[in-house]
T-cell receptor
Framework: GENVEQHPSTLSVQEGDSAVIKCTYS??????FPWYKQELGKGPQLIID?????GEKKDQRIAVTLNKTAKHFSLHITETQPEDSAVYFCAASYGTGNQFYFGTGTSLTVIP | DTAVSQTPKYLVTQMGNDKSIKCEQN?????MYWYKQDSKKFLKIMFS???????INETVPNRFSPKSPDKAHLNLHINSLELGDSAVYFC?????????????FGPGTRLTVL
């Protein structure tokens, strides 16, 4: 099966700085890569996703890049704000079952 | 309107008991899932149902039995609860089976087994 690794496990940045979280995957068949944000006591919420036919996608302060050759994808958050503080998960998916393989999560703290 | 809802939000029970967690989605999605999130925040798929039919069944003890009365509901029944079952359980749904698609998660049920 697929194996998704995520780094770093914790990340602290000053408000206004950028944050980058990286994930690698093992199965070249994976074709869908969502990123989820989980706030304390809540369920994961999709913040951005990318499919394997695209190399980069941006939505306001959030961007995701995908390198299929190297099998890695990254989340970039610019101009971070305290409300960006949460746990972020990457995932990879392929196949008819739409099974998501999640990374181990990154706890992001934005220091005011 | 809540897209994916779960009840109860918190569940505290004794070892050996049987309990159920309910999930409902009002998104009109065909596929529903159950995930377990352990104390280290690791998210792992347990089951997936498409139109009331089981399509993913990861290696979980057979004390866990999902039940889907219709495509908008996927309940999780757990028999003979053990300490190691303590975790947060999330229900999720996605639109179409057979393609990779966004999953929408419920708020979670925190299960504590004493």
């Amino acid at each position: 099966g697929e194996n998704v690794e995520q780094h770093p496990s914790t990340l602290s940045v000053q408000e206004g700085d950028s944050a980058v979280i990286k994930c690698t995957y093992s199965d070249s068949a994976s074709n869908y890569f969502p990123w989820y944000k989980q706030e304390l006591g809540k369920g994961p919420q999709l913040i951005i996703d990318i499919r394997s036919n695209v190399g980069e996608k941006k939505d306001q302060r959030i961007a995701v890049t995908l390198n299929k050759t190297a099998k890695h994808f990254s989340l970039h958050i610019t101009e971070t704000q305290p409300e960006d503080s949460a746990v972020y998960f990457c995932a990879a998916s392929y196949g008819t079952g739409n099974q998501f393989y999640f990374g181990t999560g990154t706890s992001l703290t934005v220091i005011p | 309107d809540t897209a994916v809802s779960q009840t109860p939000k918190y569940l505290v029970t004794q070892m050996g008991n049987d309990k159920s967690i309910k999930c409902e989605q009002n998104l009109g999605h065909d596929t529903m899932y159950w995930y377990k999130q352990d104390s280290k925040k690791f998210l792992k798929i347990m089951f997936s149902y498409n139109n009331k039919e089981l399509i993913i069944n990861e290696t979980v003890p057979n004390r866990f039995s999902p039940k889907s009365p219709d495509k908008a509901h996927l309940n999780l029944h757990i028999n003979s609860l053990e300490l190691g079952d303590s975790a947060v359980y999330f229900c999720a749904s996605s639109q179409v089976a057979g393609v990779t698609d966004t999953q929408y998660f419920g708020p979670g049920t925190r299960l504590t087994v004493l």
